[in-house]
Nanobody, 126 residues
Framework: QVQLVQSGGGLVQAGGSLRLSCASS????????LGWFRQAPGKEREFVAS????????DYADSVKGRFTASRDNAKNTVYLQMNSLKPEDTAVYFC???????????????????WGPGTQVTVSS
């Protein structure tokens, strides 16, 4: 069972940047796509970005495309989400999760992911 530890997040003004990290204790993590999701109060958890096991392919929600970048360092068993030009509507708890299917890529449904990290709060003030 992969366990994920998240760090980063916090409070930032609109237009600012933050970087989230998601680290695993096991190298098994390096063979799976990692997804980033977010959940605002009263809303469902929604897809933000994903990055495949190689780090060469990534996908983004339209709402963050061009502002957020996912990357990974498999030597450190860590995936990152760089968030630039943040907007108040980006305010949410951000979660990382592991694709349940080995070496597959492209899923945007939260039901395809598991081993969720504990989440980290991102608050963007206007």
């Amino acid at each position: 069972q992969v366990q994920l530890v998240q760090s980063g997040g916090g409070l930032v003004q609109a237009g600012g940047s933050l970087r989230l990290s998601c680290a695993s204790s096991t190298r098994t993590f390096n063979y799976y796509t990692l997804g980033w999701f977010r959940q605002a109060p009263g809303k469902e958890r929604e897809f933000v970005a994903s990055i495949d096991w190689s780090g060469r392919n990534s996908d983004y929600a339209d709402s963050v495309k061009g502002r957020f970048t996912a990357s990974r360092d498999n030597a450190k068993n860590t995936v990152y989400l760089q968030m630039n030009s943040l907007k108040p509507e980006d305010t949410a708890v951000y979660f990382c999760g592991v694709d349940l299917k080995y070496m597959e890529y492209g899923a945007k449904s939260r039901f395809r992911y598991g081993s969720w990290g504990p989440g980290t709060q991102v608050t963007v003030s206007s």
